[in-house]
């Protein structure tokens, strides 16, 4: 029975006579005209151009908030003091429009006139509590107003309903009070630790470092979780800005919360972090990078280390005779010291004479000459490579890179594999010091 | 007065028009289809395929055009009905939850119970206008001879690969406007739809249109039904967080 009133039925009604026809034509047609009229006024009410005829479709309805609100519209260039008066009318007609609130809040501030811009803004705040944009409006409005703590509760909530604003936010606070008193008033305790380390790279993108380093000191002495994505940047500049002993600081941070995973054996005086390849490398801060691998494959997790799990294994898949700076990491080190990097290695079928080395320079400055290891050709069994060097007056860090140089004697071109194991880099000097 | 009942689903019915309703075809052949019908029929499917390439009907012209369009379909089927001597009333279970909503936003709209009146008023006149199209869906497609079925499958099966041709030339050219001319925020559009979604709702109901005309074509229509039913379950499943993409009332979806 259910199923027999789902069916599509027909239903035939004779029409012939124009005591039925005609009611019928006028009926169907009295709501044809009706519908297509209002589809008319409302599509005109939204979307007409000019003020004259708006100002027409008001002689027939002047309490359509639409027509008031489109009329505010199109006067917003030609006449602010209209266009505003025109919003208010429409908010005054429907209360419960944010769009028309809204766009009295632009209007007022556009015509400066404050009072107003803030009374629509705080309107709009009681209409939607949950719309970020709105909380943004307010906190600047009581921030122009100098009412502080309304200002910075505002931008609090901002930030906890949307952390994208937070540049916005950080603009307009940093323009009163200073980078401690921001974190300690609006980061410290509502809002989530991925801002509160996006404040600390947005203090260090403007320039004040020291700010950074400072807030960067509480966000790290928080219990607070943060992804390394989100701190990589602020460590990437602090590296290239040649502020090595902060990003070490920085570094030991995110070893100490566990953001990024330190080597299972301590291995003590060793500077080269993942030193055996024992984990996937961060192609960040103080972690091995990858360089350009064009006819080359890298794999970080090979078998057969020499020590450990895994190793690195290079293999030149298509013979060619580039220079390659295959993997590198940056080092810090102490000026005026020497060091020694020492590595295990093999290789199968290298081609080239010019194979594989390790190298150090100064990463910032050459403060020293490069260093560069013996090359390995042919055929070899894991065998130690090393090298040592001298570090300059300037020298904070180091740039450890395994290198190949193009090759300038028969067979130039490089084929075959190499792998690389157990690098370490020890100050020889440092401990007489200590 | 009579009533015949025609089919379990109007649209496996309408594939198949000639094996369920023999004597609706016979009355068809004996009797030709007023002008005003297939007029309006003309009327009806150039909005429903032009809706979609008007940016999906979200700008002002488009719906207000899809409403006037709606209005004289409307005069066309009633004046063929009379030219016809009697009028033919589809009637289809969806006009229960369609009547329903509509009923409740006037009732809403006369007792002044909505936050915002005037955007309810709108809101309404764009449903009614929808209603309008299915409405005379229902019943210039239902009341449409074999050539008009035969003719339908293949527009929407034209259409519908056509436009999805189009989307994907557009989207691999790396155009960043629609027709390579209108700028769009975000920047996300798919085809002539602002909001990718829209495009996704359309195909979703184009799809299984084509589909029963594909496989209706060697009288497998039942597997085809499951076939369109498994795509629609699946396609509206993943669909369902992200809004309707019905080519007339987008507009309410997108302002």
């Known amino acids: 029975m259910i199923l027999r009133q789902l069916d599509v039925a027909r239903i035939e009604v004779s029409l012939r006579g124009r005591s039925r026809s005609l009611p019928f034509l006028l009926a169907v047609g009295a709501v044809s005209l009706f519908l297509a009229a209002q589809v008319w006024v409302v599509g005109i009410a939204s979307s007409f151009e000019r003020p004259s005829t708006g100002r027409l479709l008001l002689a027939l309805d002047s309490n359509d908030p639409q027509l008031q609100h489109r009329l505010g519209q199109v006067y917003k260039d030609i006449d602010p003091a209209e266009s505003v008066r025109c919003l208010r009318r429409a908010t005054e007609l429907s209360r419960y429009s944010r769009l028309y609130w809204s766009d009295l809040a632009s209007a007022c501030q556009l015509v400066g006139d404050t009072q107003c811009a803030d009374q629509a803004t705080e309107h709009l705040l009681k209409l939607c509590p949950m719309?970020?944009?709105?909380?943004?409006?307010?906190?600047?409005?009581?921030?122009?107003?100098?009412?502080?703590?309304?200002?910075?509760?505002?931008?609090?909530?901002?930030?906890?309903?949307?952390?994208?604003?937070?540049?916005?936010?950080?603009?307009?606070?940093?323009?009163?009070?200073?980078?401690?008193?921001?974190?300690?008033k609006v980061l410290a305790t509502s809002v989530d630790s991925g801002v509160q380390v996006g404040y600390v790279d947005f203090l260090s993108a403007e320039g004040d470092n020291d700010a950074a380093y400072r807030i960067w000191g509480f966000v790290a002495a928080n219990p607070g979780r943060f992804s390394l994505s989100s701190v990589q940047p602020y460590l990437e500049r602090l590296i290239s800005l040649g502020r090595i002993e902060e990003a070490a600081h920085v570094w030991q941070d995110l070893q100490r919360l566990a953001i990024v995973k330190g080597p299972d054996v301590e291995e003590k005086d060793n500077l080269v972090f993942n030193g055996d390849f024992e984990q996937a490398p961060l192609s960040a801060g103080f972690d091995w990078r990858t360089g350009p691998t064009n006819y080359l494959a890298l794999d970080f997790a090979a078998p057969g280390a020499y020590h450990g799990a895994h190793c690195l294994r290079v293999d030149f898949t298509v013979g060619s005779n580039n220079e390659y700076e295959l993997v590198n990491q940056i080092v810090p080190v102490h000026s005026n010291r020497t060091y020694s990097l020492k590595a295990y290695v093999r290789s199968q079928d290298i081609t080239s004479t010019s194979g594989p080395c390790l190298r150090?320079?100064?990463?910032?400055?050459?403060?020293?000459?490069?260093?560069?290891?013996?090359?390995?050709?042919?055929?070899?069994?894991?065998?130690?490579?090393?090298?040592?060097?001298?570090?300059?007056?300037?020298?904070?860090?180091?740039?450890?890179?395994?290198w190949r140089p193009r090759g300038r004697i028969f067979p130039m071109e490089i084929t075959g594999s190499f792998w690389l194991d157990a690098v370490t880099l020890e100050c020889k000097d440092c401990a007489v010091e200590k | 007065m009579t009533s015949v009942r025609i089919a379990p689903n109007l649209a496996v019915a309408s594939v198949e028009s000639i094996d369920v309703a023999p004597r609706r075809q016979s009355e068809l052949a004996a009797e030709p289809d007023p002008l005003a019908f297939s007029v309006a029929r003309v009327l009806l499917v150039a909005a429903l395929i032009g809706a979609p390439l008007a940016f999906g009907g979200v700008i002002?012209?488009?719906?207000?055009?899809?409403?006037?369009?709606?209005?004289?379909?409307?005069?066309?089927?009633?004046?063929?009905?009379?030219?016809?001597?009697?009028?033919?009333?589809?009637?289809?279970?969806?006009?229960?939850?369609?009547?329903?909503?509509?009923?409740?936003?006037?009732?809403?709209?006369?007792?002044?119970?909505p936050l915002d009146r005037f955007e309810t008023r709108q809101a309404l006149v764009l449903l009614g206008a929808d209603l309008s199209?299915?409405?005379?869906?229902?019943?210039?497609?239902?009341s449409a001879d074999s050539?008009?079925?035969?003719?339908?499958?293949?527009?929407?099966?034209?259409?519908?690969?056509?436009?999805?041709?189009?989307?994907?030339?557009?989207?691999?050219?790396?155009?960043?406007?629609?027709?390579?001319?209108?700028?769009?925020?975000?920047?996300?559009?798919?085809?002539?739809?602002?909001?990718?979604?829209?495009f996704a709702g359309l195909m979703e109901m184009l799809i299984p249109v084509a589909i029963l005309y594909i496989v209706g074509r060697h009288r497998r229509s039942s597997v085809a039904a499951l076939v369109s039913l498994a795509v629609i379950a699946t396609v509206a499943l993943d669909r369902a967080a992200c809004g309707d993409g019905h080519c007339g009332c987008p507009a309410r979806v997108e302002r």
């Open chain 2, 133 to 142: 199209f299915f409405f005379l869906a229902v019943h210039l497609l239902a």
């Open chain 1, 360 to 402: 150090v320079s100064d990463a910032q400055q050459r403060g020293f000459e490069d260093a560069i290891s013996e090359t390995t050709v042919g055929t070899t069994e894991w065998h130690p490579v090393s090298l040592s060097f001298s570090t300059g007056p300037e020298t904070e860090s180091v740039r450890l890179s395994l």
């Open chain 1, 131 to 184: 719309v970020p944009y709105y909380h943004q409006l307010a906190a600047e409005s009581y921030l122009r107003k100098n009412r502080l703590d309304e200002s910075l509760a505002q931008f609090r909530r901002l930030l906890v309903l949307d952390p994208t604003y937070a540049t916005d936010a950080w603009a307009a606070l940093g323009s009163v009070f200073d980078p401690d008193l921001i974190f300690q």
């Open chain 2, 60 to 113: 002002t012209g488009a719906w207000v055009a899809l409403g006037i369009v709606a209005s004289l379909s409307l005069i066309l089927w009633a004046t063929g009905s009379v030219w016809q001597g009697r009028l033919e009333f589809v009637w289809s279970p969806l006009y229960i939850p369609l009547a329903t909503f509509l009923l409740l936003g006037l009732a809403q709209y006369w007792g002044r119970l």
């Open chain 2, 147 to 198: 050539r008009t079925w035969r003719l339908f499958g293949p527009t929407v099966l034209l259409f519908a690969g056509s436009l999805g041709l189009f989307a994907i030339l557009q989207i691999v050219s790396g155009t960043a406007q629609i027709y390579g001319m209108v700028d769009t925020p975000g920047d996300v559009h798919f085809g002539p739809y602002v909001n990718p979604d829209h």
